[in-house]
Each structure stands twice: as structure tokens, then as C-alpha cells.
């Protein structure tokens, strides 16, 4: 139970209940949010995919006199119910690594609860998902590498009805504008797709050639036109295009999620 007695903030609120019942206006519901609004404290929903990476948050918001934490729940299972039934100004969203369903569930959020800011903490993303996510209108984007400096800025500048992302989010939009372009016709057929895959597993010409049954220079073809499609000169050059543009699925690996070059870029 909280006590009135020693908390000033309470005490304020109170007595301003108190005024008004007082000055003989009618009061139809007064609950602890409609307080904390009346006191300037901006409200926060948490959706959360990680307890205690939220219970984390929690410790340092809760240390903030401008910020209340109303609520927290996990991501996409009560979120859509709570946002319907509280006054809600910042909705902090927490995930590993978007994908296009995030984006959509968000897109889906930002149209029915278009007052709501959206300030998203996660791994870095797929840079294609990273521009998505800001065009769809995320107020604020963070990385988990990031520091409580960071959340406090971004807290603060949404509070001030401004946008705030991480330097690494921002590089990261920024480089993918200046990749090189490459013709839009890159479709793989299946045969293709079979020998891509193998590579992006560490085989060689030799070892794909045994698993599919093709000779090592009907693979070396396979190699060529794929390299051609996406418009680069080497291995690397293709696993990094397959990798950026989500041709591979990687399935319970996802070893792409600490990879140096799209951390960086």
C-alpha cells in the first residue's frame, strides 16, 4: 500500500482531488492514472519479450520523476488489450530481432492508436526492416547495445514531442541508401536457391556438386549467374547480398545476428 503521508507527490495530487470535490464541480471517476496525469508524469506501457530485460527497464525508469511505467506485458499478447484500456503516451516495445510481422503489428498500432509514440529497443535489424520500422512512423529506436544515457535522451525527447534514434540505427539507413544499385531482376530459380544455400553452409563446389548430384562445373555455373543477378564479383559479395535481402532463411541459427558488417552497417 502506498502511504500518503511521506510521498510529496500524492500529497499534491490529493489535495488538488481535494479543490476540486471542495469548489463543488462534479468529479465522474478519479483513478491513480487520471493522478498521474494531472501531475505531468508522462505514461509508459512496456511490451516486453524479455522479463528481465524489462524488469531492468522498470528499475531505471521508475528512478525518474517525469516517467510512470503503468503496465508491462508481453509483446503482441496483451499489448492491443491494454493500450485500449489505459491512457497511454509512450508505449516501449522490446524485441530480439524485428521481422516483417513486427512491422506490420506495429504499422497496426500506429493506425488505431495514432496518439501513442512508439519507442522500440531491440538487436540491430535487417537494414531494408530498419527503414520500414522508421517510415512507419517509430518515434524512437534504440539498440539493446545501447546505454541508460540513451534511454533517458530518447525518453525525453519524446516526452518533448521529438523523435530520437540511436547512431547506429541512423547508420544503418543511411549506409543502405548508398549500397550500389542493382537491377531489381535478381529472382533465383530453385536450382539456385539449392546451390546459395549450401554456400551461405560453408560447402564447397565439390561437396554441393555430391549432395545435388551435378557436376562441379554445372555448379560453378549456378555460381556465376547468381553473382551476376545480384550484380557482385565474389562469394563474400553474394552472401552479404543474400543476407541483406532475406533470400536465406536461417532458421534457428540466425547467426546473422552478430555479424560484425550488419551490426555496423
Not at 488505431?112 to 522508421?134: C, D, T, V, W
Not at 516526452?159 to 539507413?173: E, G, Q, R
Not at 560447402?203 to 557482385?232: P, Y
Amino acid at each position: 500500500m502506498i502511504s500518503v503521508s511521506n510521498n510529496p507527490l500524492l500529497i499534491k495530487g490529493v489535495s488538488r482531488v481535494q479543490k476540486i470535490l471542495d469548489s463543488g464541480k462534479k468529479v465522474i471517476t478519479y483513478d491513480f492514472l487520471t493522478f498521474l496525469q494531472m501531475n505531468g508524469r508522462t505514461n509508459i506501457l512496456i511490451g516486453y519479450s524479455s522479463r528481465l530485460f524489462c524488469d531492468g527497464l522498470e528499475s531505471i525508469i521508475g528512478s525518474l520523476d517525469r516517467y510512470t511505467v503503468i503496465d508491462s506485458v508481453p509483446v503482441w499478447k496483451g499489448l492491443f488489450d491494454r493500450l485500449a484500456n489505459n491512457n497511454v503516451e509512450i508505449v516501449i516495445i522490446e524485441l530480439c530481432k524485428p521481422k516483417k510481422p513486427d512491422v506490420d503489428s506495429l504499422v497496426k498500432i500506429l493506425h488505431e492508436y495514432p496518439g501513442h509514440k512508439i519507442f522500440l529497443i531491440s538487436h540491430l535489424a535487417h537494414f531494408k526492416i530498419s527503414r520500414q520500422l522508421l517510415d512507419s512512423g517509430v518515434a524512437a529506436y534504440l539498440l539493446k547495445s545501447c546505454s541508460r544515457k540513451d534511454l533517458l535522451m530518447a525518453l525525453d525527447k519524446l516526452a518533448d514531442n521529438l523523435n530520437y534514434y540511436c547512431t547506429n540505427i541512423s547508420m544503418s539507413v543511411m549506409n543502405s541508401m548508398r549500397e550500389p544499385q542493382v537491377s531489381e531482376d535478381f529472382s533465383l530459380t530453385e536450382r539456385e536457391k539449392e546451390v546459395l544455400s549450401d554456400l551461405v553452409d560453408c560447402r564447397t563446389n565439390i561437396e554441393i556438386a555430391d549432395k545435388l548430384g551435378l557436376s562441379e562445373n554445372t555448379v560453378k555455373a549456378h555460381r556465376r549467374n547468381i553473382q551476376a543477378k545480384f550484380g557482385v564479383n565474389n562469394l563474400l559479395g553474394m552472401v552479404r547480398f543474400a543476407c541483406r535481402s532475406n533470400l536465406i532463411d536461417f532458421g534457428k541459427d540466425d547467426f546473422c545476428l552478430e555479424c560484425p558488417h550488419c551490426y555496423n552497417n
